[in-house]
C-alpha cells in the first residue's frame, strides 16, 4: 500500500510540458545515447562479422534490433508514466534476489561495454600516436575518471556529444 502511495505521488508531481525549449532538453541525452549506436567498435565488428559470415548473421541483426526497440520503448514508458528507472522500478517491486539478480547482470554489461570502450580507445591512441596498448589504457581511465568525478553533467555532456562528432566526421571522410 505504501509503494502504490508513493507511486501516485510521483505520478502527480511528474507533469512534462512540451515546448520548444523543453524538447531541446532531451537531445543532449539523445546524443549520449546514440554514442552505443555508433561506436567504431561496433561498426569494426559488424564489419568483420559481415567479412567472416557474409549474411548469414543478417537474423541476429534483425531480431537484435527488435529486442532493442522493445526494451527502450518499454522503459520509456516505465519512465513516464511511473517517473521510475528500471532498477528503481525493480527495485520495488520484484523480489530482492531476483531484482539484485537482474541490476547484478545490467551492472555486468555495463562494466563489459566499458572495458571494451575503454580498450577501443587505447587501441585508437596506439593507432595515432604509437603509445603502447597498457599506457593508452591507463591515460585513457584517468581521464574517464576524472570526468567521472569531475561532478558536471554538462561538462560530460560536452566532450561525449564532441566526441560522437568526431566519430560521425570520420565515418563520413
Request: proline share 3%.
Amino acid at each position: 500500500m505504501k509503494q502504490l502511495t508513493f507511486i501516485k505521488t510521483l505520478m502527480q508531481k511528474h507533469r512534462p510540458i512540451y515546448g520548444a525549449l523543453e524538447i531541446m532538453k532531451y537531445i543532449g541525452p539523445g546524443f549520449l545515447v546514440t554514442v552505443g549506436f555508433i561506436d567504431p567498435g561496433n561498426w569494426a565488428s559488424n564489419f568483420a562479422a559481415g567479412a567472416s559470415y557474409g549474411y548469414t548473421l543478417l537474423w541476429m541483426i534483425t531480431l537484435s534490433t527488435i529486442m532493442l526497440i522493445v526494451l527502450q520503448h518499454n522503459a520509456a514508458h516505465l519512465g513516464i508514466s511511473t517517473g521510475l528507472c528500471l532498477s528503481e522500478a525493480a527495485t520495488l517491486y520484484m523480489k530482492p534476489w531476483v531484482s539484485r539478480s537482474l541490476l547484478l547482470s545490467a551492472v555486468s554489461a555495463s562494466v563489459s561495454t566499458a572495458l571494451a570502450e575503454i580498450l577501443g580507445a587505447a587501441i585508437g591512441l596506439n593507432l595515432l600516436f604509437h603509445i603502447p596498448i597498457r599506457f593508452g589504457t591507463f591515460i585513457v581511465l584517468v581521464f574517464v575518471i576524472w570526468m567521472l568525478f569531475a561532478n558536471t553533467y554538462r561538462k560530460l555532456e560536452r566532450w561525449i556529444i564532441a566526441f560522437v562528432s568526431i566519430i560521425g566526421l570520420s565515418f563520413l571522410f
